[in-house]
């Protein structure tokens, strides 16, 4: 039997309601015992200043894999989220060939495995080929290993394929995420639309893209008795009604993602490709919303939705770029501004990181609970780093944060007691 104990860290388990100054002991992959033991283990990590809590959990990350591994990986995907403090992923649809089928599930399943670096649970598709029509067979992708269903990067347009999907997937409790958009209103749009659109000259994506798809499913949540969960959502109405579908007792839940509570469509009136994403950057007051939201528990998790792209698809005019951003290693950073900005306290970002989404999704990880899988990440919330995307380990750099200085710092990462990530120390 191997042991490792992490000496006086801030141990935060939002779960079990634990925030203390104590240490963690880890026997054979699982935590074991919190306090102290007069003992030497056969391995000691100081975590002094730091903050100890679960590994983190990002519910909202594209693999690239199958597909598109020039862009990404799993190995690279793995070696990124593990930087960041991530140990668990869950990986969206639409790959190449998409999650419509068990086959694919179980192929990501086996190479995640193999890599052995991070959890990976994917996410099946609610139709097949992510056209938006027929409904995949949902119960055997759960079996073969889905943990949800979703489209996304697609909405689930028809209404009544959302319906079905709504239907089927609550027969088992699982969970529909929904990438908010009616096409209609936001077809050829690179930007929010508003002012900045206005004076770069481009088309831009209305809010009511985003808020006339929540109306829509959330009355379809009512009718059904589903479960319904908003991806990346980034508008003030549309979290309104979130809130307010939560007050009626409806099983609707959402998720915001970090550029949505700390940038704004500012970020693009220099043409910067790699602020370009969907749903676009919006105001200050949505900004502010998202993190009112965040605040009042309407909002209940925070994920990256990791996107990465090959600087071919960034190094463009704005209206051609791809959408979206890379997030793993700026996911803790990001959100912990919320704790210094003084709008949540730093259990309410751990869990909407770690024990939120793990309930949301029925997962068993997200916590320390005794004899639980020592899924850890260790971080000194205080210490700046300056980001350069060069370094980054994903395999794509487009991030709109490159050379900022970030506040956050991983000093390591468990998996099951075992060591997948140590901060390197500068000679």
Known sequence: MTTLCIRQGRVIDPENHIDVICDVWIENGHISHMGHI??????????????????????????????????EDIESASKSAVAGGVTSMCCMPNTTPCLDHAGVVHQILNRAKEVGLCRIFPIGAVSRQLKGKEITEMRDLSKAGAVAFSDDGLPIWHAGTMRKALEYASSFGYLI?????????????????????????????????????????????????????????????????????????????????????????????????????????????????????????????????HAPHHEDDKCCTLDCAAFGIVGLETLLPVSLELVHQGHLSMSEVVAKLTSNPAKLLGLDVGTLGLGKKADIVIFNPSEDWMLDSKKLRSKSKNTPWDGKIMRGTVHYTLLGGEVVYQKEVSS
């Open 38 to 71: 007069e003992e030497v283990a056969d391995q000691e990590i100081n975590a002094t200043h730091c903050v100890v809590c679960p590994g983190l959990i990002d519910m909202h990350v594209h693999l690239r894999e199958p597909g598109e591994e020039w862009k």
């Open 177 to 305: 995420i929904q990438h908010a958009e009616e096409f209609e209103l936001t077809k050829d749009g690179a930007i929010n639309e508003g002012i900045v659109s206005s004076m770069l000259g481009l088309k831009g994506m209305p809010n009511e893209g985003e808020d006339c798809m929540v109306a829509r499913d959330i009355m379809l949540t009512e009718l059904t008795g589903g479960r319904y969960h908003v991806a990346h959502i980034s508008s003030a109405r549309s979290i309104e009604m979130v809130r307010h579908a939560q007050e009626k007792g409806l099983s609707v839940s959402a998720e915001a993602a970090p550029h949505h509570f700390a940038l704004t469509e500012l970020e693009l009136l220099n043409f910067n490709t790699n602020a370009k994403m969907n749903p676009p950057l919006r105001t200050e007051a949505d900004r502010m919303a998202v993190v009112k939201g965040l605040r009042d528990g309407s909002i209940a998790v925070i994920a990256s939705d």
